[in-house]
């Protein structure tokens, strides 16, 4: 069974910096798709940052040049620079194995202020 667990959210001021991490049972090369999520307060849940197996990454614009996701053997990680207010939110992980299976992690929250 995989559960990922998200580690690395915290608070920051605006401009500043994080790096979140994803760990799950398994290899991370064993993914299909392996993406990042958040949901800030009373808003739906948002698509941030994907990675396929091959290695291709993509992004929506709201991040596009901010955000980087990567990935070693044992970790999935959300690079997120030149961070915003509106980036708080809490940031969830989303592993694919296979086209119509997935598995969330519980979370971790991010917080821009200053």
């Known amino acids: 069974q995989v559960q990922p667990v998200e580690s690395g959210g915290g608070s920051v001021q605006p401009g500043g910096s994080l790096r979140l991490s994803c760990a799950a049972s398994?290899?991370?090369?064993?993914?299909?798709?392996m993406n990042w999520y958040r949901q800030a307060p009373g808003k739906q849940r948002e698509w941030v940052a994907g990675l396929m197996r091959g290695g291709s990454t993509s992004y929506p614009e709201s991040v596009k040049g901010r955000f980087a996701i990567s990935r070693d053997n044992a970790n999935l990680y959300l690079q997120m620079n030149n961070l915003k207010p509106g980036d708080t939110a809490v940031y969830y992980c989303?592993?694919?194995?296979?086209?119509?299976?997935?598995?969330w992690g519980q979370g971790t929250q991010v917080t821009v202020s200053s």
């Open positions: 398994g290899t991370m090369s064993t993914f299909y798709i």
């Open positions: 989303n592993l694919a194995p296979r086209l119509g299976v997935s598995y």
